[in-house]
């Protein structure tokens, strides 16, 4: 393995990386740095979340700018408020025997005037987050014109969050012989499609395999009903008694429910979600990052590229609905060269999203049992006992009181003594599971095989139920259309008016669901249906509206209507290749139950 000089670092900057405990690079490290400092084309850099990715771009960017000019020079775009920050502290220690560098972040959810302030006296690194970017270059602030360097740290999730007109609108304010370096821990799709827009005659370095998880990452799921979810979570929590993890929850609105839930049931745990100020994240972060919050229930966005010590445990109690998402979760964990576990919470129906990751990362889920309270009260018992062992006395400060000690406890047996300190530190879990409810065997869901069984289970998978107080609605954009949570709310916020409030997203290759206050959702149909996205005309209605309500086309039998309705709206993606066509790829996209439409498709072919 090579040395940090052997790469060509300088020496100011290995000074500084020596005192933050960098001995030997880091594989990404190692592979990328001398790339860059001896070429200037465009880089792609898959590497997984915790090898180092940071100094890999990081200090390139320092050994390439100019000290004597306070112009912005090199700039990082991240997704989040929280990677932006900690992307900026890292590059400043990188940076702390170099003279005359100056490195500022820029993110939304802020004030601006500090921002605007420390723009104006010059710098030569910018890290900011899209939004507030373009914010203050339509300002007059922010001068991309001297940009030689851009950076996109977990490209994929910026495109995901609807920044892409805010990075387009970036790059074409930037010089045209500047060079792209993009660092993502997958090659997905969207990176791709990133690559082939922004980056030229690229280079990509991969450290490991393309697409793999975590190496020091054991991945675990556990079967239950969906309404033993939170139950199940606490005796898993219960049976790792240092457990040190991040929950991940798929909405806001569960994150903070979860959060309160186990605050209230004694649990050190903090939220982490969209809604939450800036001071708010900031300090719920640093009690974490110190180890004084144990548990940190989190929403995917908010948890984007958090750089955490000593994680033990990822925890999914929703699995996501991108497999990339599953990824950046489980790479909070295992960082370093430690080993690290992530868990899910599934229920049956999600049973196919476990096969699913198992064959995009290449490593097998282990299911394992529900511990039993029997169980979790022999781990309980083992971290009291070895707490007691492991006590550091100091003599010389309890001495004075030890004389009151033993007089207090002179007629109190050894053995009887022991119990009762035992007892103090453990009687909670003995109390709890001595009546603690007994989760129920998972059902397997009915397969089915009588005529109209296979229609049936489709209705019932895929009408999902909203949460209580939402609507579930169906919009006929997805993926494809490039609409993704933040094209969805843009959209909502410029057509409905105001901050439209929305619950969980479900989003496909070609279609989307998404959930609404109910008071709200006849509002938003009605807005939303008629206009038109991208050159497409949008399709919004009630998600659970049955075929029956559906006025028969001509020519169609109400049979037929059915299960054209069902087959168009509700078809999963990801047909594997070789299959017929679906309803859906044979109709097109829009659900339109006009004469004119019905006429357009093409008819069912009969069975001879």
Same mark, same amino acid.
């Given at each position: 393995?090579?040395?940090?000089?052997?790469l060509?670092?300088?020496?100011?900057?290995?000074k500084a990386?020596?005192?933050?405990g960098?001995?030997?690079p880091?594989?990404?490290?190692?592979?990328?740095?001398?790339?860059l400092?001896?070429?200037?084309?465009?880089?792609?850099?898959?590497?997984q979340t915790?090898?180092?990715? $940071?100094?890999?771009?990081?200090?390139?960017?320092?050994?390439?700018?100019?000290?004597t000019?306070?112009?912005?020079?090199?700039?990082?775009? =991240?997704?989040?408020?929280?990677?932006?920050?900690q992307?900026?502290?890292?590059i400043?220690?990188?940076?702390?025997?170099?003279?005359?560098?100056?490195?500022?972040? @820029?993110?939304?959810?802020?004030?601006?005037?500090?921002?605007?302030?420390?723009?104006?006296?010059?710098?030569?690194?910018?890290?900011?987050?899209?939004?507030?970017?373009v914010?203050?270059?339509?300002r007059g602030?922010?001068?991309? =014109?001297?940009? %030689?360097?851009?950076?996109?740290?977990?490209?994929?999730?910026?495109?995901?969050?609807?920044?892409?007109?805010?990075?387009s609108?970036?790059?074409?304010?930037?010089?045209?012989?500047?060079? $792209?370096l993009?660092?993502?821990?997958?090659?997905?799709?969207?990176?791709?499609r @990133?690559?082939?827009?922004?980056?030229?005659d690229?280079?990509?370095?991969?450290?490991?395999?393309?697409?793999?998880?975590?190496?020091?990452?054991?991945?675990?799921?556990?079967?239950?009903?969906?309404?033993?979810?939170?139950?199940?979570?606490?005796?898993?929590?219960?049976?790792?008694?240092?457990?040190f993890?991040?929950?991940?929850?798929?909405?806001?609105?569960?994150?903070?429910?979860?959060?309160?839930?186990?605050?209230?049931?004694?649990?050190?745990?903090?939220?982490?979600?969209?809604?939450?100020?800036?001071?708010?994240?900031?300090?719920?972060? %640093?009690?974490?990052?110190?180890?004084?919050?144990?548990?940190?229930?989190? $929403?995917?966005?908010?948890?984007r590229?958090?750089?955490v010590?000593?994680?033990?445990?990822?925890?999914?109690?929703?699995?996501?609905?991108?497999?990339?998402?599953?990824?950046?979760?489980?790479?909070?964990?295992?960082r370093?060269?430690?080993?690290g576990?992530?868990?899910?919470?599934?229920?049956?129906?999600e049973?196919?999203?476990?096969?699913?990751?198992?064959?995009?990362i290449?490593?097998?889920?282990?299911?394992? %049992?529900?511990?039993?309270?029997?169980?979790?009260?022999?781990k %309980?018992?083992?971290?009291?006992?070895?707490?007691?062992?492991?006590?550091?006395?100091?003599?010389?400060?309890?001495?004075?009181?030890?004389?009151?000690?033993?007089?207090?406890?002179?007629?109190?047996?050894?053995d009887?003594?022991?119990? *009762?300190?035992? =007892?103090?530190e453990?009687? *909670?879990?003995?109390?709890?599971?001595a009546?603690?409810?007994?989760?129920?065997?998972?059902?397997?869901?009915?397969?089915?095989? =009588?005529?109209?069984?296979?229609?049936?289970?489709?209705?019932?998978?895929?009408?999902?139920?909203?949460?209580?107080?939402y609507?579930?609605?169906?919009i006929?954009?997805?993926?494809?259309?490039g609409?993704?949570?933040?094209?969805?709310?843009?959209?909502?916020?410029r057509?409905?008016?105001?901050?439209?409030?929305?619950g969980?997203?479900?989003?496909?290759?070609?279609?989307?669901?998404?959930?609404?206050?109910?008071?709200?959702?006849?509002?938003?149909?009605?807005?939303?249906?008629?206009?038109?996205?991208?050159?497409?005309?949008?399709?919004?209605?009630?998600?659970?509206e049955?075929?029956?309500?559906?006025?028969?086309?001509?020519?169609?039998?109400?049979?037929?209507?059915?299960?054209? #309705?069902?087959s168009?709206?509700?078809?999963?993606?990801?047909?594997?290749?070789?299959?017929?066509?679906?309803?859906?790829?044979?109709?097109?996209?829009?659900?339109?139950f006009?004469?004119?439409? #019905?006429?357009m498709?093409?008819?069912?072919?009969?069975?001879?």
């Amino acid at each position: 393995m090579k040395t940090f000089e052997e790469l060509g670092v300088s020496g100011e900057i290995r000074k500084a990386i020596e005192e933050l405990g960098f001995v030997q690079p880091m594989p990404v490290q190692e592979a990328v740095i001398p790339y860059l400092l001896e070429n200037k084309n465009d880089v792609i850099a898959l590497a997984q979340t915790g090898t180092g990715k $940071t100094a890999a771009f990081g200090i390139p960017l320092l050994m390439r700018i100019d000290t004597t000019r306070r112009s912005p020079q090199a700039l990082v775009l =991240s997704p989040t408020r929280e990677l932006c920050l900690q992307i900026t502290d890292d590059i400043r220690d990188f940076a702390k025997y170099m003279d005359g560098v100056h490195v500022e972040a @820029v993110y939304g959810g802020a004030s601006i005037e500090p921002q605007m302030r420390a723009l104006k006296k010059g710098v030569q690194i910018i890290v900011a987050t899209p939004g507030r970017l373009v914010d203050l270059k339509n300002r007059g602030v922010a001068d991309l =014109s001297g940009i %030689q360097n851009i950076v996109l740290d977990e490209a994929d999730e910026m495109l995901n969050m609807g920044f892409s007109e805010n990075i387009s609108e970036i790059f074409e304010s930037i010089a045209e012989n500047h060079s $792209t370096l993009m660092f993502s821990a997958t090659m997905s799709r969207e990176v791709e499609r @990133v690559a082939k827009k922004y980056l030229h005659d690229y280079q990509e370095i991969v450290v490991g395999s393309r697409n793999e998880g975590a190496e020091n990452v054991n991945h675990i799921y556990y079967m239950v009903n969906a309404k033993d979810k939170y139950l199940a979570l606490k005796r898993i929590v219960d049976y790792y008694p240092r457990i040190f993890a991040i929950i991940f929850c798929r909405t806001k609105v569960e994150t903070q429910e979860i959060a309160d839930k186990l605050i209230k049931d004694g649990y050190n745990a903090e939220s982490l979600h969209g809604d939450l100020s800036q001071p708010q994240r900031d300090q719920t972060m %640093q009690k974490f990052r110190q180890h004084l919050t144990q548990l940190l229930v989190a $929403t995917d966005v908010a948890a984007r590229g958090l750089d955490v010590d000593d994680l033990t445990h990822v925890i999914n109690f929703g699995l996501p609905d991108d497999i990339e998402n599953y990824t950046h979760r489980s790479g909070r964990t295992g960082r370093a060269g430690k080993k690290g576990t992530s868990i899910s919470i599934v229920h049956s129906r999600e049973k196919f999203k476990i096969r699913n990751i198992e064959k995009e990362i290449g490593k097998q889920f282990v299911e394992a %049992q529900i511990p039993s309270a029997e169980e979790i009260c022999k781990k %309980q018992l083992y971290k009291v006992m070895d707490q007691i062992v492991k006590t550091d006395v100091d003599d010389e400060e309890i001495a004075p009181f030890m004389q009151d000690i033993n007089r207090y406890f002179e007629y109190i047996d050894k053995d009887e003594l022991i119990k *009762k300190i035992v =007892s103090l530190e453990f009687g *909670k879990f003995l109390a709890y599971y001595a009546e603690a409810p007994e989760l129920e065997p998972v059902k397997p869901e009915k397969s089915g095989k =009588s005529g109209n069984s296979g229609y049936q289970s489709d209705k019932q998978k895929l009408q999902n139920k909203a949460q209580k107080g939402y609507k579930r609605l169906f919009i006929n954009l997805g993926k494809r259309d490039g609409f993704y949570p933040g094209e969805l709310m843009q959209t909502l916020n410029r057509f409905v008016g105001g901050r439209q409030e929305v619950g969980h997203i479900d989003l496909l290759d070609t279609i989307s669901y998404f959930e609404v206050p109910e008071k709200d959702a006849k509002k938003v149909m009605i807005q939303l249906t008629g206009i038109r996205h991208k050159g497409r005309t949008v399709r919004c209605n009630d998600a659970d509206e049955k075929p029956d309500s559906i006025e028969k086309p001509k020519g169609k039998s109400k049979r037929q209507t059915k299960d054209d #309705w069902y087959s168009l709206m509700h078809t999963s993606e990801g047909r594997s290749k070789g299959k017929k066509k679906t309803s859906r790829e044979l109709r097109g996209p829009e659900p339109d139950f006009s004469e004119e439409g #019905w006429a357009m498709r093409k008819p069912r072919k009969k069975k001879k």
